[in-house]
């Protein structure tokens, strides 16, 4: 007899059921297919027929789909086989009974790992508690979102006041007396920060395309910044590296090949962003599971096969001051002092700490000012960082700016918020408040790959970027996956809600009547919260 | 019905009479019958509009010195308003069919909302003049004529009318229709003589066909002889000098390339990735057969019974017989493992398909 014991995996345990309709199946096999985490398989099912002879049990054999048993082959919700199923026969339904994190650790001694957003959003989203409810009505005229001309372009790179511009009188002409820092004006969404190799070439090209498009074609100078995992040589040598932003981070993945491609490229990249730290996963260092390292993404990076763990810090830079003369001074000179050299942290207590004493520098080379919140996504993390370490953006955002306005030195170094904006459906609307409250702009990523095609969510739908084998072709590096991916259609739908993003921006810029960005216009912001209104400093309402 | 002109002093004595008061005292003697005004203004608001003669048939006429802001807005057909001077802002505002003539520059959003009527206007216009302009077709186009130039934002949101905008006496001006003119314009049709800076990109600048050429000829007569310098059309009739403006077909706005387009005829040759793989840029469906499967069906003959049932249970029919062998068609198989669930002898194993760039 066939039995089993009490510590043995069952589907109780997991955190997904597939719920099977046998009656309205077809056996097409389309479901077991598509399945890339073969978590469904097709099997035989023993049935006991009526029988008048009880000696003599009679017993036929049915064709029926079944769900998986096993740590590696467990349903991730994705979906993908009630989308192949012609007749709604199967669908994974969320199971209220999960115990899988208590199972894995105990049975695999290992920690938990995935990919997404964090899952565990105990304080819910501060940015939906604000609206925006200075309208110009009599007291001064809105504008028209359809029609005005709108000026949204940001600073990206150092401002100085003017007392420190160095101007000099050289008989009647007005001269600089030195260089100024270079700044750049872009568009106030940056997209990307995702590295090869976290995610598919495909979806990194596609994203690229996106820039160029929205760039050369729509006149939106939107910048991309290429996350740590490299960059292709045909990209640094092409005229469009001027759309993009180098990013370095502790794992100095890939930059044998920037630099290698320096003499030969046509164009200064779009500036530099120094990675310190990520807001999905604060004081842990970069994670490439050793299933994403293809053969191209090892030689971008420079490493065999394996698990790819990046240091939690820069290794070598032991204080602000050191990270100010060597990060940055040297990413300055590798451009020759052309392009602009920004930073990224996660949002931190300490985050205004790090913000004044950048401010202060003497030598002005600190372009930017990158602020990650705890809702940021992640291509791996270790769950425990990913639900359990983090600040929210929104608070430290203000914070970095109220600070800056108590020197009065506001717009010194831009500020550029992110980290789960759009996570609840109105991407401009989250970058329209934190503009209100002191960003100079925003960054996004993960928005980026649901527009693309992702099929999670925020409460345990797949995740499963860590593993390579993303059903959408987005977070793998597999031939059969990645090429699920329409490249034309991924780059077409991010350019859409860039335009969609546009015109929102435009259509909340209107109303308050600021024809240039709103930067730090609180007051055009208020709060059904109490506390809300209190520590961010904007008026309450009820 | 009463013939004599009424002569209204607004300002006796330092005393001015209110808006109220002249608007009113003017209703009053129209109720009495009298049709012909004659107003030494001071600022007044609103002369000339929304009244008619007792009589609908006459016309009621306006001779209006000093006015203050909207003469003959909201103006019915029949009234003929004629300004002395100059005239500030919205100048037939809502016009319905009145004829407003000022002998000199009007304000801000002349002939704003407009949707009946003519008004001729011997100077400049100020900002947003000719906005909204409407054309109702159960009533005649309404028509704005300007002898130099406009402010800027002139006929946004424009729907219908005509306007003319002569650019007379323009010197250097870089533009006769200001910054951004036209945004928003949907309807109608601007005739333009002189330069065009910013324009909006929701219209079309085209040259004139000769039903354009007659129009402002026959308009140019009138328009001119009204305010009294007819004398100019010999230097306005140069219609080479001339645009009209229409707003652009909607078909036309939308037509930008497509990013499947930019990435095939802009982006870098055979992709970024190029130097790695020959990116065929195919897309795989759900389920896909051969290269695309996510699982692969490998067959061993050790145990075959040759029980046919892989054979008859498959759904894409992928599997035949060979001599003794079973093979499963590539070009069929999606990889579902109904061979395997269903053989006896587990002859069929299913193996993963993953691949990578190489």
């Known amino acids: 007899m066939e039995t089993v014991k009490i510590n043995q995996l069952h589907m109780d345990d997991l955190p997904w059921i597939i719920e099977y309709d046998e009656s309205k199946c077809i056996q097409c096999g389309k479901c077991s297919a598509v399945c890339s985490f073969g978590a469904i398989k097709p099997e035989i099912e023993k049935r006991k027929n009526p029988s008048s002879n009880l000696a003599k049990p009679s017993y036929s054999k049915v064709l029926v789909i079944k769900q998986q048993i096993s740590f590696q082959h467990h349903c991730r919700g994705c979906g993908m086989c009630s989308r192949v199923c012609p007749n709604g026969a199967i669908k994974a339904v969320r199971n209220i009974n999960d115990r899988y994190s208590v199972r894995y650790r105990a049975a695999k001694a290992d920690s938990l790992k995935k990919g997404g957003r964090s899952n565990l959003n105990t304080e819910g989203r501060t940015l939906d508690k604000i609206k925006i409810g200075r309208i110009s009505q009599m007291t001064d005229p809105s504008l028209d979102a359809a029609r005005h001309e ?118 200064d990249p779009a500036g530099i962003l120094i990675k310190i730290g990520q807001g999905a996963k604060p004081g842990d260092g970069g994670l490439l599971m050793a299933s994403k390292v293809a053969r191209y993404v090892q030689e971008i990076r420079g490493v065999p096969r394996a698990d790819l763990l990046s240091p939690p810090t820069h290794q070598g830079l032991y204080s602000i001051e050191e990270s100010v003369q060597k990060m940055f001074l040297s990413m300055n000179a590798a451009f020759n002092f052309r392009a602009p050299v920004a930073i990224k942290v996660a949002a931190s207590v300490t985050s205004v700490s790090v913000y004044n004493n950048l401010l202060r520098d003497p030598y002005n080379i600190v372009g930017g000012f990158f602020l990650d919140g705890l809702a940021g996504g992640t291509g791996a993390a270790h769950e425990i960082s990913l639900d359990h370490t983090g600040h929210p953006i929104t608070s430290k955002l203000r914070d970095c700016y109220l600070a800056a306005v108590h020197q009065g030195r506001q717009g010194e170094i831009p500020l550029f918020a992110g980290g789960g904006l759009g996570q609840t459906g109105s991407f401009a609307a989250d970058a329209f408040k934190l503009i209100c409250l002191g960003a100079n702009g925003v960054f996004t990523g993960r928005l980026l790959l649901e527009i693309a095609g992702c099929v999670g969510n925020d409460v345990g739908k797949c995740n499963a970027c860590n593993t390579g084998l993303c059903p959408a072709g987005i977070a793998s590096q597999d031939l059969c996956l990645t090429k699920r991916l329409d490249i034309d259609v991924a780059a077409q739908n991010i350019v859409n809600y860039f335009i969609a993003t546009h015109m929102e921006l435009k259509k909340l810029m209107g109303p308050i009547g600021n024809s240039t960005l709103p930067v730090g216009r609180s007051d055009a912001l208020i709060t059904v919260d109490k506390n809300i209104s209190e520590r961010l400093g904007i008026q309450y309402a009820c | 019905m009463k013939k004599d002109k009424v002569i209204i002093k607004t300002l006796v004595d330092n005393n001015r009479m209110s808006t109220q008061e002249l608007l009113q005292l003017i209703t009053s003697k129209i109720d009495d019958g009298y049709t012909d005004f004659e107003i030494d203004a001071c600022g007044q608001h609103n002369i000339g509009g929304s009244s008619w003669a007792k009589n609908r048939n006459e016309i009621l006429s306006f001779k209006i010195k000093n006015p203050g802001q909207r003469v003959g807005a909201m103006a019915l057909s029949g009234t003929k308003i004629i300004v002395e001077g100059s005239a500030p802002a919205d100048v037939g505002w809502l016009n319905s069919g009145a004829e407003i003539i000022v002998k000199g520059d009007c304000g801000d959003t002349a002939a704003h909302c407009a949707a009946g009527g003519k008004i001729y206007v011997d100077g400049r216009v100020g900002t947003r003049s000719g906005a909204l302009m409407k054309h109702d077709p159960k009533f005649e186009n309404p028509e704005f004529w300007v002898l130099k130039n406009t402010g800027s934002f002139a006929f946004e949101f424009m729907g219908g009318g005509i306007a003319v905008v002569c650019g007379y006496d323009c010197g250097d001006l870089n533009s006769v229709l200001g910054s951004r003119s036209c945004v928003g314009m949907v309807g109608g049709t601007i005739y333009v003589r002189g330069p065009i800076d910013n324009i909006s990109d929701c219209v079309q600048v085209i040259n004139l066909d000769d039903s354009d050429i007659k129009f402002l000829k026959e308009g140019l007569n009138i328009f001119l002889s009204k305010i009294d310098k007819i004398d100019l059309f010999e230097e306005l009739a140069e219609f080479t000098d001339w645009k009209k403006i229409i707003p652009l077909p909607s078909e036309i706005k939308e037509k930008k390339i497509s990013v499947a387009e930019f990435r095939k005829n802009n982006w870098v040759e055979d992709g970024i990735f190029g130097d790695f793989v020959h990116d065929d840029f195919i897309v795989y469906p759900m389920p896909a057969t051969s290269d695309g499967r996510v699982h692969i069906p490998k067959w061993n003959n050790e145990n075959c019974i040759d029980c046919k049932l892989c054979l008859n249970n498959c759904p894409q029919n992928a599997i035949f017989q060979k001599d003794k062998n079973y093979i499963s068609d590539d070009n069929k198989c999606i990889g579902c493992g109904i061979c395997e669930a269903v053989c006896p002898k587990s002859c069929w194993i299913m193996y993963s398909n993953r691949r990578e760039l190489t």
Not at chain 1, 153 to 166: E, H, N, Q, W, Y
Not at chain 1, 186 to 198: E, L, Q, V
Not at chain 1, 211 to 222: F, I, K, R
Request: hydrophobic fraction near 45%; charge should be positive.
């Open chain 1, 150 to 267: 709108f000026e949204l372009r940001t600073p990206f790179g150092r401002i100085l006041s003017a007392d420190k511009l160095g101007f000099q009188l050289n008989n009647d002409n007005i001269e600089l007396s030195k260089q100024l820092p270079p700044n750049r004006w872009i568009y106030p969404i940056i997209m990307g920060d995702m590295s090869i190799g976290a995610i598919s070439w495909r979806m990194w090209e596609a994203m690229a395309i996106a820039t160029a498009y929205l760039n050369e074609v729509m006149g939106l100078p939107v910048r991309m910044c290429t996350g740590e995992g490299g960059i292709p040589v045909r990209l640094l040598k092409s005229r469009y590296l001027k759309y993009m932003i180098l990013q370095i981070a502790s794992g100095h993945f890939g930059w044998n090949r920037i630099i290698q491609s320096m003499p030969e490229m046509t164009e």
